[in-house]
């Protein structure tokens, strides 16, 4: 299993950016996909997760503003991030586990600075 992950940034507050992970190895229309993110000096916190069928759960913080989403097809996973805050700076991984392997990917760094 290999997950990359690209489309992290600089930005200014209240910004967008679309995060994306490309996924092999594995099936992953029947996969579900997690995103993490870990900020300078702080533990991997979790994002999101998406199954297969699209279904999606978000922390709390991230909930209004952030969306998981997925092309099968592409064996692609997405996080689209909108109103991006300085809080929200962090580096941002996808992860997934099988057969109670996990999975991570090396990370896409994203800063939100004025």
């Known amino acids: 299993v290999q997950l990359v992950e690209s489309g992290g940034n600089t930005v200014q507050p209240g910004e967008s950016l679309n995060l994306s992970c490309a996924a092999s190895?594995?099936?992953?229309?029947?996969?579900v996909m997690w995103w993490y993110r870990q900020a300078p000096g702080k533990g991997r916190e979790f994002v999101s997760?998406?199954?297969?069928?699209?279904?999606?759960n978000y922390t709390s913080i991230v909930k209004d503003r952030f969306t998981a989403s997925r092309n099968n097809a592409k064996n692609t996973l997405y996080l689209q991030m909108n109103n991006l805050r300085p809080d929200d700076t962090a580096t941002y991984y996808c992860?997934?586990?099988?057969?109670?392997?996990?999975?991570w990917g090396q990370g896409t760094q994203v800063t939100v600075s004025s």
């Open positions: 997760e998406i199954w297969g069928d699209g279904w999606t």
């Open positions: 190895g594995l099936v992953f229309s029947e996969t």
């Open positions: 992860h997934t586990h099988l057969r109670g392997q996990k999975y």
